[in-house]
Structures are given as structure tokens and as C-alpha cells.
């Protein structure tokens, strides 16, 4: 009977409006059935050609265009950016300013972990924890807002250290912030982590070897999740991380649900890291002196950080003038999600939704 | 016992390098070392059998492709690769220069899937084009732009 029945292979668009697709992806997906055969990602939707706009700029006033690449984590994208205009320039940052810079970015790592989880959470069916998680990020976008002004788009790295000080206050709510998260983690658990369904549809779905994840050049979560160790943080440390007691996450899995684990463990490390930073910044300056127009000498540069997303690799070519005669910014985004394809061959097609959130990328910096 | 031994002190960037010069004694044009990391200008023709063998070789194991990019100097395009061996933390540059008129390389997909993309990213915005690559398309610009937005001489649109 059954060889009578006519079958084809179904195209399908997933995306660019598509809510799980997480801001403008068109996801090319060719079924038999439910089952995946191809799944070709189409980006640039966000496309503004940054490269192009840093040429034209100088090093100074790229620092806003950093914030509006992944828009999730600015603060990590200027540390990377003013990280390699300093190495550059052999530019010193006093201590104070190196602490300070280290608590905005591990706050900022766990707001990013934090959208991750709701995300998550959203795109399989339950919007409850996506709730919880915006309640508490709002308390870092409110600690941001105290430090410098604004919200999401912080503009606050300098070469050579920081635009503002910690205002008074701030300690003592980034402390009662802390002990806050800690608290309501286990509730996250509770929901959503050990929620029996979630477990289903995502534990063994999307495996990616350790040997693919490094093959496919993943970074990040999206590495560590596979059980590689990888982290820029800890092997070519930067700013004060070496000075800190913390661990790198790493699951053995290589599914969907040990990349989401990998994250969730990461906030209660940066807790951990924000938590000792706060006790140790010294008194001092906030930022060494240099010019607003600034020259970096003739040279290059590639400086990496350990971005929410993976490895933010900046590279800086300099002809001595007041602006960059290249830069390139490696996105992990943007490489993590050329494994998609391979990744989601044979799932079904709700697993896809599972697979992409999993990979925790974010269009603006895919697109640049 | 009381001879003196002559000491030698090997690095990790030198064995790397004597490794691939021993395999292709003409692949290498100049080499250096910056930020820890061995900087070698290669040959065009020589980059694909020089990634087969960093990745390929045992006790070379560079597995990460990090990140490929491209300079244009108005005279040549210039590209650069970084490579990682992560059990390690080793680290190796390729430069590789091209005509500007006509930049054609061997694609390193074969050897690293990374590459997949970064080379579409890299054909996108500075137009080289890479030889045996699978899938090489515009990425982050439509089907239909015009030019490389990399390039030097690229005139930006109103």
C-alpha cells in the first residue's frame, strides 16, 4: 500500500519573522516528512558592515558601534574592542579600573545566560521561566544604569580604563542583586531544569562531538557543551581573571540540554567571580591619560575575549593614523551557527527549534 | 660528566616551523613570532598541503581554525589565518598574499569545517574566491550587490 503513496521532499521557511528564530534568520529547511534533511541558514539581514564603519572612524568613536553588535552583551563586545586598541598602543589600565571592567562584564555575562534561559525556555512552549529570568536581569540592567546612564547600549570602556566610577550604593546592590540570583536559582531549577518535558525534548538531541564541535570552530557554551575546555578567560587570560578562584563549565553531553546546562552553571561561576571582585577593587585611578584623538602606532594586533557567545576576536591593522586601517571582528555567533546545517540534519523539525536555541546565537552579531 | 654538553633550546613555534619546512622546504617565503603566536608567509600555491598538514600531523595537532580574514593593500590582498592546536594552546598565523586582480585560493573546508562560512564572509565583503569550497556564496550582502565593500577603492552607495 504504502509504496503507492507519493512522497517529496518539502521546502520551508523558518524565519526571518519567525519568533524562535531569535531576531531576523531565515532558516532554508528541506523535510521528508518531519524529519530534516537540510536546514541552510540565511543571514545578513542585520547587516551594517561594521568593518567598513570602523575605517571610516576613529578608535574612540567606534566604542558606541561595538554596543550595537551583540546587543545582548555590550559591555563584552567594548572590553574586546578597547582591549585591542590597548595592546595596540601599549595603553596601561590602572587596577581599580581592570576590577570595575571585570564585575560589568560577568554581570553582563549573566544577563546574556539570562535571556538565553527564557529564550529557551519560550521557544519549547513555557513562558513562565522566561518571566523570572527578565525580573532579574532588569536588577543588572538597573546596576548598569546606576554605573553609566544607560541600559543596554553602556558605551562605557575607554582605552585605559573606564568612563565613570562605581556611584555610592552600588556595592551594597550589587551585593543584595547577588544574593538575590542565588536564591532564586533553585526556583529556575525547580521549573524549568528538572521539568520532565524539557528533559524529553532536549537530553540526546543536536549531539555534536567533541572532535565536530572543534572541527566547526565553536566557541563558548556551544564548545564547552561538547566537553571541551576552551575558555579565552582561562588560557589567555586578560583583565583580572587570573586573580579569581573560578572554574571552566564543561558537559560531556554534547546535546541540547548540556549546552543549556553550561549556561546555567556559568551564572553561579560569574556570581562567584562578582561576588570576589567587589571585595577587592582597589582605590585609584579610574583611567590613564589618553587623547580623545588618539593615534595607535603603525602595526596589528588580535586581541580575544571570552565573549557570552564564545571567542570575540578583535583584529586591529594600524598605519599610524587616527583611524584603523582594517578591523575585523571574528563573531562566534556568526560561526557558531555555520554548524547548524550539519547539526539538525535527521532531527525533526521541532527539534530544530530546540538545536538553534541551543547554539544561543544573536542575529547583530552574526550579521555584524 | 664534566664535559660540556651543548645545550640547545627548542621552542614550541620552532619545532612547528622546522616541522613544516621539513615537509615543504619551499612552502615558507618569511617567518616571525608575535604575541607568542609563529607567523608564517606562505606561498599561495602551498597553503592547503601546509593546513592539511598542521591539522593531519600528531605532533603538529592544530584543530581550531580560529578565524580567517583579509587586508587589502591596494597592491595585493593579503590573508590571514589563525590557527590553534587546543591541547596545547599553540598558536600559528598564515599569511598568504594574492593578486589583487584575480584572488584564487585553495578552500581549507576539507580540512577544518569552520571555514565554511568564514570564507563565504571573507568572498562576500573582499571578493577572493576560494577553489573547491562547497557552498560559496554572498552571506551578509544580497545575491545581486555589487563590488566588494572591503576593498579600498569600493565607493560607497548613497
Given at each position: 500500500m504504502s509504496s503507492r503513496i507519493r512522497t517529496e521532499i518539502v521546502e520551508m521557511n523558518m524565519g526571518p519573522?519567525?519568533?524562535?528564530?531569535?531576531?531576523v534568520l531565515r532558516l532554508a529547511v528541506r523535510l521528508d516528512g518531519e524529519v530534516i534533511v537540510e536546514a541552510k541558514p540565511d543571514v545578513?539581514?542585520?547587516?551594517?558592515?561594521i568593518e567598513k564603519l570602523a575605517e571610516l572612524r576613529s578608535y574612540v568613536q567606534f566604542i558606541p558601534i561595538t554596543d550595537r553588535i551583540d546587543y545582548l552583551a555590550s559591555m563584552l563586545q567594548n572590553a574586546a574592542y578597547v582591549g585591542a586598541v590597548e595592546k595596540l598602543g601599549g595603553i596601561e589600565v590602572p587596577e581599580r579600573a581592570e576590577y570595575i571592567r571585570l564585575i560589568m562584564m560577568e554581570l553582563q555575562r549573566i544577563a546574556s545566560h539570562l535571556v538565553f534561559f527564557g529564550a529557551m525556555a519560550l521557544d519549547l512552549g513555557a513562558t513562565t521561566p522566561f518571566l523570572y529570568a527578565f525580573r532579574e536581569r532588569e536588577d543588572i540592567l538597573d546596576l548598569f544604569e546606576m554605573v553609566c546612564?544607560?541600559?543596554?547600549?553602556?558605551?562605557?570602556?575607554?582605552?585605559?580604563?573606564?568612563?565613570r566610577d562605581l556611584p555610592a550604593g552600588f556595592y551594597a546592590k550589587a551585593k543584595s542583586y547577588i544574593a538575590k540570583q542565588r536564591e532564586k536559582l533553585p526556583e529556575y531549577d525547580d521549573l524549568f531544569t528538572c521539568n520532565q518535558i524539557f528533559i524529553a525534548r532536549t537530553r540526546g538531541v543536536g549531539v555534536i562531538s567533541a572532535e565536530d564541535a572543534i572541527n566547526w570552530s565553536l566557541s563558548g557554551p556551544s564548545l564547552r557543551?561538547?566537553?571541551?575546555?576552551?575558555?579565552v578567560r582561562k588560557?589567555?587570560?586578560?583583565?583580572?581573571?587570573?586573580k579569581l578562584d573560578w572554574q571552566v563549565v564543561t558537559k560531556n553531553g554534547g546535546d541540547v540540554q548540556s549546552r543549556f546546562l553550561v549556561r546555567v552553571e556559568e551564572i553561579r561561576q560569574s556570581l562567584n567571580m562578582v561576588e570576589q571582585a567587589l571585595d577587592m577593587?582597589?582605590?585609584?585611578?579610574l583611567k590613564c591619560k589618553t587623547p580623545l584623538r588618539l593615534k595607535l602606532p603603525e602595526g596589528e594586533v588580535y586581541h580575544h575575549i571570552e565573549s557570552a557567545r564564545g571567542d570575540v576576536g578583535v583584529y586591529l591593522v594600524s598605519?599610524?593614523?587616527?583611524?584603523?586601517?582594517r578591523m575585523h571582528w571574528r563573531s562566534p555567533s556568526f560561526v557558531n551557527l555555520g554548524a547548524i546545517d550539519s547539526v539538525a540534519r535527521g532531527w525533526k523539525v521541532a527539534d530544530l527549534v530546540a538545536i538553534l536555541g541551543s547554539l544561543d546565537v544573536v542575529l547583530g552579531e552574526v550579521d555584524r | 660528566m664534566n664535559e660540556l654538553q651543548p645545550l640547545i633550546i627548542v621552542t614550541m613555534t620552532e619545532l612547528t616551523e622546522k616541522n613544516i619546512r621539513d615537509a615543504f622546504?619551499?612552502?615558507?617565503?618569511q617567518s616571525s613570532e608575535a604575541d607568542g603566536a609563529l607567523i608564517l608567509k606562505l606561498n599561495a600555491t602551498m597553503l592547503l598541503p601546509v593546513c592539511e598538514l598542521l591539522r593531519s600531523n600528531p605532533e603538529l595537532?592544530?584543530?581550531?581554525?580560529a578565524d580567517i580574514t583579509a587586508i587589502d593593500w591596494k597592491d595585493r590582498i593579503e590573508l590571514v589565518y589563525r590557527i590553534t592546536a587546543l591541547a596545547r594552546n599553540e598558536k600559528i598565523v598564515l599569511r598568504v598574499d594574492l593578486d589583487r586582480a584575480n584572488p584564487t585560493i585553495d578552500s581549507v573546508s576539507s580540512v577544518w569545517k569552520g571555514a565554511i562560512f568564514q570564507e563565504r564572509e571573507v568572498y562576500d565583503l573582499m571578493g577572493v574566491v576560494f577553489t573547491g569550497h562547497p557552498d560559496l556564496r554572498r552571506i551578509l550582502?544580497?545575491?545581486?550587490?555589487?563590488?566588494?565593500?572591503?576593498?579600498?577603492?569600493y565607493v560607497i552607495p548613497d
Amino acid at each position: 500500500m504504502s509504496s503507492r503513496i507519493r512522497t517529496e521532499i518539502v521546502e520551508m521557511n523558518m524565519g526571518p519573522q519567525h519568533p524562535s528564530t531569535h531576531g531576523v534568520l531565515r532558516l532554508a529547511v528541506r523535510l521528508d516528512g518531519e524529519v530534516i534533511v537540510e536546514a541552510k541558514p540565511d543571514v545578513g539581514y542585520l547587516h551594517r558592515g561594521i568593518e567598513k564603519l570602523a575605517e571610516l572612524r576613529s578608535y574612540v568613536q567606534f566604542i558606541p558601534i561595538t554596543d550595537r553588535i551583540d546587543y545582548l552583551a555590550s559591555m563584552l563586545q567594548n572590553a574586546a574592542y578597547v582591549g585591542a586598541v590597548e595592546k595596540l598602543g601599549g595603553i596601561e589600565v590602572p587596577e581599580r579600573a581592570e576590577y570595575i571592567r571585570l564585575i560589568m562584564m560577568e554581570l553582563q555575562r549573566i544577563a546574556s545566560h539570562l535571556v538565553f534561559f527564557g529564550a529557551m525556555a519560550l521557544d519549547l512552549g513555557a513562558t513562565t521561566p522566561f518571566l523570572y529570568a527578565f525580573r532579574e536581569r532588569e536588577d543588572i540592567l538597573d546596576l548598569f544604569e546606576m554605573v553609566c546612564g544607560a541600559r543596554l547600549t553602556y558605551n562605557y570602556f575607554r582605552p585605559g580604563g573606564v568612563s565613570r566610577d562605581l556611584p555610592a550604593g552600588f556595592y551594597a546592590k550589587a551585593k543584595s542583586y547577588i544574593a538575590k540570583q542565588r536564591e532564586k536559582l533553585p526556583e529556575y531549577d525547580d521549573l524549568f531544569t528538572c521539568n520532565q518535558i524539557f528533559i524529553a525534548r532536549t537530553r540526546g538531541v543536536g549531539v555534536i562531538s567533541a572532535e565536530d564541535a572543534i572541527n566547526w570552530s565553536l566557541s563558548g557554551p556551544s564548545l564547552r557543551g561538547s566537553g571541551v575546555a576552551y575558555d579565552v578567560r582561562k588560557v589567555d587570560p586578560y583583565c583580572v581573571y587570573d586573580k579569581l578562584d573560578w572554574q571552566v563549565v564543561t558537559k560531556n553531553g554534547g546535546d541540547v540540554q548540556s549546552r543549556f546546562l553550561v549556561r546555567v552553571e556559568e551564572i553561579r561561576q560569574s556570581l562567584n567571580m562578582v561576588e570576589q571582585a567587589l571585595d577587592m577593587v582597589p582605590e585609584g585611578e579610574l583611567k590613564c591619560k589618553t587623547p580623545l584623538r588618539l593615534k595607535l602606532p603603525e602595526g596589528e594586533v588580535y586581541h580575544h575575549i571570552e565573549s557570552a557567545r564564545g571567542d570575540v576576536g578583535v583584529y586591529l591593522v594600524s598605519d599610524g593614523a587616527e583611524k584603523p586601517y582594517r578591523m575585523h571582528w571574528r563573531s562566534p555567533s556568526f560561526v557558531n551557527l555555520g554548524a547548524i546545517d550539519s547539526v539538525a540534519r535527521g532531527w525533526k523539525v521541532a527539534d530544530l527549534v530546540a538545536i538553534l536555541g541551543s547554539l544561543d546565537v544573536v542575529l547583530g552579531e552574526v550579521d555584524r | 660528566m664534566n664535559e660540556l654538553q651543548p645545550l640547545i633550546i627548542v621552542t614550541m613555534t620552532e619545532l612547528t616551523e622546522k616541522n613544516i619546512r621539513d615537509a615543504f622546504p619551499k612552502a615558507v617565503v618569511q617567518s616571525s613570532e608575535a604575541d607568542g603566536a609563529l607567523i608564517l608567509k606562505l606561498n599561495a600555491t602551498m597553503l592547503l598541503p601546509v593546513c592539511e598538514l598542521l591539522r593531519s600531523n600528531p605532533e603538529l595537532g592544530f584543530d581550531y581554525l580560529a578565524d580567517i580574514t583579509a587586508i587589502d593593500w591596494k597592491d595585493r590582498i593579503e590573508l590571514v589565518y589563525r590557527i590553534t592546536a587546543l591541547a596545547r594552546n599553540e598558536k600559528i598565523v598564515l599569511r598568504v598574499d594574492l593578486d589583487r586582480a584575480n584572488p584564487t585560493i585553495d578552500s581549507v573546508s576539507s580540512v577544518w569545517k569552520g571555514a565554511i562560512f568564514q570564507e563565504r564572509e571573507v568572498y562576500d565583503l573582499m571578493g577572493v574566491v576560494f577553489t573547491g569550497h562547497p557552498d560559496l556564496r554572498r552571506i551578509l550582502l544580497p545575491e545581486d550587490w555589487e563590488g566588494y565593500p572591503l576593498r579600498k577603492d569600493y565607493v560607497i552607495p548613497d
